[in-house]
């Protein structure tokens, strides 16, 4: 399978429930950043992800109030780096024993210390950043080593019996060549997943690696092919959309972001206001301004945290959208001889 069943299946009692509720909008997976301090400065990342400082983090406590608010099946743990985070263990198991999916996300460097303090479990899956091979990779990070760190911690996570799935952005720069010989590779660890996704052109973020709309589509739809012969795990709706081959509205609902100065409107991304409470947040966002992406801000963005929760929201309006997504749940790719 290409996606793990529980994981889906708890997906779809979720929209049931709201369904059922009569609720339009609704989060499908939280977006938790308990620190904004990190042991790297990746291109790409805006300084407020990781210059805060570690006494500024969320407690334990704010973290699970997060989790139980938003109500999401699945809860992203990201930042800054997580694995910084002191009390990871226990918030990992907190939001295990909610009987919510975690993706823990993470650049590798301190993983091993989780390792020693965690234990794998079918509801965590570990996610670790990797944006090319060892040159790439390293360049990305500001930091010769990080490559190998990472891949020995993908190594040593399936040793220990963990799901381990990787992370990669897409840049103006990335040799698609490369992005191949990268997929190949990470097949061959047996990683349990690749996600995939765009970077894009927004002017706070700066510099010349970001893209526009249609070399996005150019390099997409290249990966979409890559998704028939590797474990790809963005959704081939989102990789069509991503490619230039289908539209979608934005859902910046579907992944609400929980950071150390609040709940973030609108989106992952744009750091438009801050909220001291999931009610402020939920009800004072102006959603159907920034679902039509008529922002300027929006023009550029494929942004995966937007629009793969718009996948699964249009999901039952066309029955061949659905036979494809039920063919790519089937579907396995392994590794290549
Ligand atoms: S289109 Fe992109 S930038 Fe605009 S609200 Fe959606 S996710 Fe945010």
Aim: hydrophobic share 35%; with cysteine.
């Amino acid at each position: 399978m290409r996606f793990p069943v529980h994981i889906v299946t708890d997906m779809l009692k979720w929209q049931a429930k709201n369904w059922w509720r009569g609720n339009a909008r609704y989060p499908y997976v939280l977006m938790l950043e308990p620190l904004h301090t990190c042991n790297l400065a990746c291109l790409g990342c805006s300084p407020e992800r990781y210059n805060g400082d570690l006494k500024d983090r969320l407690s334990l406590a704010e973290c699970l109030q997060a989790v139980d608010e938003a109500g999401t099946p699945v809860v992203s743990i990201c930042g800054g780096e997580p694995t910084i985070y002191p009390e990871l263990p226990e918030l990992v198991e907190a939001i295990i024993a909610r009987r919510r999916h975690i993706y823990l996300c993470t650049n590798g460097i301190l993983l091993e210390r989780f390792f020693r303090r965690g234990r794998p479990h079918r509801r965590l899956s570990i996610n670790v950043h990797l944006d090319g091979m060892r040159a790439t990779h390293d360049f990305v990070v500001d930091r010769a080593g990080v490559f190998d760190t990472a891949v020995e911690m993908i190594k040593e996570g399936k040793r220990r019996g963990y799901s381990v799935c990787t992370n990669t952005t897409v840049y103006r720069e990335t040799d698609l060549a490369e992005l191949e010989e990268m997929c190949a590779f990470l097949t061959g660890l047996g990683v349990d997943g690749i996600l995939i996704s765009p970077g894009y052109h927004y002017e706070k973020l700066g510099g010349d690696h970001f893209m526009y709309r249609e070399e996005i589509h150019r390099k997409f739809s290249r990966v979409l092919e890559l998704a028939t012969r590797y474990p790809i795990s963005s959704t081939p709706l989102f990789l069509q959309f991503a490619a230039g081959q289908r539209d979608y509205p934005c859902t910046p609902w579907g992944n609400p972001t929980r950071t150390p100065k609040g709940w973030k409107g609108p989106c992952y991304l744009i750091e438009g206001q801050y909220y001291g409470s999931w009610k402020e947040f939920w009800g004072g966002v102006d959603w159907n301004y920034w679902e039509s992406r008529q922002d300027p801000r929006c023009q550029n963005c494929l942004m995966h945290s937007g629009f793969e929760p718009s996948v699964v929201r249009t999901l039952g309006q066309r029955p061949a959208d659905i036979w494809t997504m039920a063919k790519w749940m089937q579907s396995a790719p392994r590794a290549h001889s």
